[in-house]
């Protein structure tokens, strides 16, 4: 699986059990709001103020391991 960061927060936890915790680590904490479930991964980002291109690539490469 390849994510990409215009998937929505809710998309992506449900995808691997793994991505909560790494998106937890990144300063994520709101992943239980109703509202964060429809916003996309860079959207995310944006509001914690992450860059979104180095945790997609983050991502993406513990899911490659898998």
């Known amino acids: 699986m390849q ?3 215009n ?3 809710g998309e992506l936890i449900q995808a691997d059990e793994i991505i909560a915790p790494i998106l937890m680590r990144a300063g994520m904490h709101c ?3 109703p509202a964060s479930q429809g916003e996309t991964l860079a ?3 944006m ?3 992450i860059n ?3 945790l997609v690539s983050q991502i993406n ?3 490659a391991t898998r």
């Open 61 to 63: 490469e513990i899911l």
């Open 7 to 9: 998937m929505l927060i």
């Open 31 to 33: 992943l239980g709001c």
């Open 43 to 45: 959207e995310a980002c």
């Open 3 to 5: 994510i990409e960061k």
């Open 47 to 49: 509001v914690h103020g």
């Open 52 to 54: 979104c291109d180095e």
